[in-house]
């Protein structure tokens, strides 16, 4: 089992930054994968960012250049950098970890991008 943390989301203007936190309850070097993903209101849920255990970075199109995905091993926390946000970024934003071929989700953490 493993349980994840989220924090740091809010309410920012455009241009803006914010930090998520996702603190996991295990070692996250033991985590095939941790990384992000948003649902914005009558969507679907989207990729954004992964880290694997090797330290391996992806990032989906709409958010390269402006978030940046890094981990505190000491702290086991994945953390999401969000730069230049702009209110296409607004959504419910989740932490996810692959772990023994089972997914994993934190409870979500509001980011409100305005204009």
């Known amino acids: 089992q493993v349980q994840l943390m989220e924090s740091g989301g809010g309410l920012v203007q455009a241009g803006g930054s914010l930090r998520l936190s996702c603190a996991a309850s295990?070692?996250?070097?033991?985590?095939?994968?941790m990384g992000w993903y948003r649902q914005a209101p009558g969507k679907q849920r989207e990729f954004v960012a992964i880290i694997t255990s090797g330290g391996g970075i992806t990032f989906a199109d709409s958010v390269k250049g402006r978030f940046t995905i890094s981990r505190d091993i000491t702290k086991n926390t994945v953390y999401l950098d969000m730069n230049s946000l702009k209110p296409e970024d607004t959504a419910v934003y989740y932490c996810?970890?692959?772990?023994?071929?089972?997914?994993?989700w934190g409870q979500g953490s509001q980011v409100t991008v305005s204009s």
């Open positions: 295990r070692n996250i070097f033991s985590m095939n994968v």
């Open positions: 996810k970890a692959l772990y023994m071929g089972k997914e994993y």
